[in-house]
Nanobody, 121 residues
Framework: QLQLVESGGGLAQPGGSLTLSCAAS????????IGWFHQAPGKERERVSC????????AYADSVKGRFKATRDNAKSTAYLQMNDLKPEDTGVYYC??????????????WGQGTQVTVSS
């Protein structure tokens, strides 16, 4: 059973940066695609990015293109989401999720508990 734990959330000012981490345990991460999701208050969860098991990046959501970058270090069983030029609308809970092989839109088998990001001055 793959387990995922996010960390790195917190309070950031508009224009600031945060890096989220997603630490995996229980199974080698290299077999899984890793998706990052954002759930803003009162809204549905949205996929913001995904990395295939080989590290290829799927298209980012338009809302984060050019600002967010997803990476992974399979040796450390950890995925990252570097978030730059943060905007108030980036506020919400961020989740990482994993699915065997290739990226999917929402059909992921394993989810982390989420980490809160608040962007405010």
């Amino acid at each position: 059973q793959l387990q995922l734990v996010e960390s790195g959330g917190g309070l950031a000012q508009p224009g600031g940066s945060l890096t989220l981490s997603c630490a995996a345990s229980g199974f080698p991460l290299e077999h899984f695609a890793i998706g990052w999701f954002h759930q803003a208050p009162g809204k549905e969860r949205e996929r913001v990015s995904c990395l295939t098991n080989s590290g290829n990046t799927e298209a980012y959501a338009d809302s984060v293109k050019g600002r967010f970058k997803a990476t992974r270090d399979n040796a450390k069983s950890t995925a990252y989401l570097q978030m730059n030029d943060l905007k108030p609308e980036d506020t919400g809970v961020y989740y990482c999720a994993a699915v065997w092989g290739l990226c999917r839109t929402y059909e992921y088998d394993y989810w982390g508990q989420g980490t809160q990001v608040t962007v405010s001055s």
